[in-house]
């Protein structure tokens, strides 16, 4: 499962870093996943929610000092996957809970807020929830096996 979970998150880090590249692309270019009006990767790697912390609105668009959020996806995939590996899995599953929750928060300004869609971004919330689910069920299947073999006195 550790080998499963690692190709997983390499392939989160690929699409963080397609969703990087268009983040870095010029915004009067249409980036190759501006497929429709509601899925347009430009308009939302390129809004003030892209980057860590979100920019003010009175704050241009190259200011300040922000990391951008597929940067934050990409060290976050090498974590899982080096936790993975290393077979730490309640580790690798709060990292991957982490993950999730902020995938699903970035999907939650995409529906309400920016009311248009990033490819990458819903590849990245599918394959952080396959990582979740696998190491919670990675944990449960370790947690049922040391109970059979230490089994609780009474």
Not at 78 to 94: H, R, S, V
Not at 117 to 136: H, N, V
């Amino acid at each position: 499962m550790k080998y499963l979970v690692a190709l997983l998150a390499v392939a989160g880090v690929v699409v963080s870093a397609m969703a990087l590249h268009v983040h870095y692309m010029d915004p009067s270019q249409a980036p190759p996943c501006a497929v429709t009006e509601r899925f347009d990767c430009g308009a939302v790697n390129h809004s003030r929610f892209a980057v860590l912390p979100p920019r003010t609105f009175d704050e241009p668009p190259t200011g300040g000092h922000h990391i951008p959020i597929a940067t934050v996806g990409i060290v976050g995939y090498l974590l899982i996957a080096g936790l993975a590996l290393a077979e730490w899995w309640w580790l690798a599953f709060q990292a991957s809970l982490v993950g999730f929750m902020c995938a699903c928060f970035l999907s939650y300004l995409e529906a309400f807020i920016l009311e248009k869609w990033c490819i990458y971004c819903l590849w990245s919330q599918g394959i952080m929830t396959a990582i979740l689910l696998i190491t919670g069920a990675v944990l449960a299947i370790r947690t049922m096996r040391m109970r059979k073999m230490m089994p609780f006195e009474r």
